[in-house]
C-alpha cells in the first residue's frame, strides 16, 4: 500500500515511518500544519524535516482546507494519522481509497478527545488503553479496526507512558495495516460507552493534599496531560513561593521537599518549576 501520514510530532513521522517500510509498504510523505504549538510541545515544523525518511515529503498546509488537496497529491490508499492537534475534515478523510487510520490512545470509546492519557492517570487506571480506528467527520468516533493495553505502573510518569504508547503502536500496527488491506472496516461504537476526555479544568490547577496518593497522580496526570493554552498545573505553595510540581514520590528514594498531606501521609515534591 502506498501510505501518508498526518502527524505534528517528529518521533511519530520517524517512528511510524520506518514501521511502515519495515512492512514492506511505501511511505509517500506527512501532511502536517503549525497547530496549537502547546499540544504537545514547541516542535518547530523544523524538526519535521530532520525526522522525515531521505527523499520523502513534508507539506505543510496553512488550514484544514488545504489537507485534502495536499494528501490527494501524496497518492495514498491508505493515511495513517498519531499526534495530530487539528481536527482532519470530511473532504481529506475521503482522498485515500481505504480511508484515514487514527491511533488513538485510549480504549475507545471510553476517552475520546484531545487528552485521554491524562484522565487514564487522573483516574487511577490500571492500564493504557490504545485503538486502531477509521476516521469519520466527528471526532474519535469512527469504527474500531483493533485494540490493545499495557500496564500503567503507580509510579509511572510521562518518559515512561510515552515509550508504552510507542510500544503499543509497534505492536499493534502490522496487524492493523494487514486488517486494512483485507478489507476490513470495523466494527461501530457504542455510544452507550462513550465518554470524553477534554483538557484539565481550571479547578484542578491547584494541588490537592487531602491525600498523598491522590496529589501524587495529579502531578503524573499533568506531566503526560495535553494542554490548551497557558493553563498549567499542579501548582502548590513551597518554601513561600508558588511553583508548578513536575515530579513527585511517595518516599524519599529520590530525595525532595516534603509535603504533608491530609491522611497523614507525606508526598516529596522532587522537581518543580516556578508557576
Known amino acids: 500500500m502506498r501510505i501518508a501520514l498526518f502527524t505534528r510530532l517528529p518521533g511519530v513521522l520517524s517512528g511510524i515511518s520506518t514501521i511502515v517500510r519495515e512492512l514492506g509498504h511505501e511511505y509517500v510523505g506527512v501532511v502536517t500544519t503549525e497547530g496549537p504549538a502547546e499540544r504537545y510541545g514547541h ?3 523544523s524538526t519535521l524535516l530532520d525526522a522525515r525518511p531521505a527523499g520523502s515529503d513534508v507539506l505543510v498546509a496553512n488550514g484544514p482546507a488545504r489537507f485534502a488537496p495536499l494528501l490527494a497529491s501524496l497518492e495514498p490508499d491508505l493515511a495513517l494519522c498519531g499526534g495530530f492537534p487539528v481536527k482532519i475534515p470530511a473532504d481529506a ?13 485510549s480504549p475507545l470509546p471510553r476517552y475520546r478527545g484531545p487528552n485521554p492519557l491524562g484522565w487514564a492517570v487522573r483516574n487511577g487506571d490500571a492500564e493504557l488503553g490504545f485503538t486502531f480506528h477509521f476516521m469519520d467527520a ?3 468516533t ?3 479496526l483493533l485494540q490493545g493495553a499495557a500496564p500503567i505502573g503507580p509510579n509511572d510518569g510521562a518518559e515512561e507512558l510515552i515509550d508504552a504508547l510507542f510500544g503499543l503502536w509497534r505492536s499493534l500496527l502490522p496487524e492493523a495495516l494487514a486488517l486494512a488491506e483485507a478489507g476490513e472496516r470495523g466494527s461501530l461504537q457504542s455510544e452507550e460507552e462513550a465518554s470524553y476526555a477534554g483538557f484539565f479544568e481550571s479547578d484542578y490547577v491547584e494541588l ?3 491525600t498523598a496518593e491522590g496529589a501524587h497522580r495529579q502531578v503524573r496526570a499533568w506531566a503526560i ?3 490548551r493554552g497557558d493553563v498549567d498545573g499542579p501548582v502548590t505553595d513551597l518554601g513561600g513561593e508558588r511553583v508548578i510540581v513536575r515530579r513527585s514520590s511517595l518516599d524519599d528514594a529520590n530525595g525532595g521537599t516534603p509535603l504533608r498531606c491530609g491522611d497523614g501521609r507525606t508526598l516529596w515534591v522532587v522537581e518543580a518549576a516556578p508557576a
Open 43 to 45: 516542535f518547530p515544523l
Open 93 to 105: 478523510i475521503a482522498v485515500p481509497r481505504i480511508g484515514v487510520l487514527n491511533g488513538h490512545p
Open 138 to 140: 466527528e471526532i474519535d
Open 142 to 144: 469512527g469504527p474500531i
Open 208 to 210: 490537592d493534599l487531602d
Open 225 to 227: 496531560a495535553v494542554r
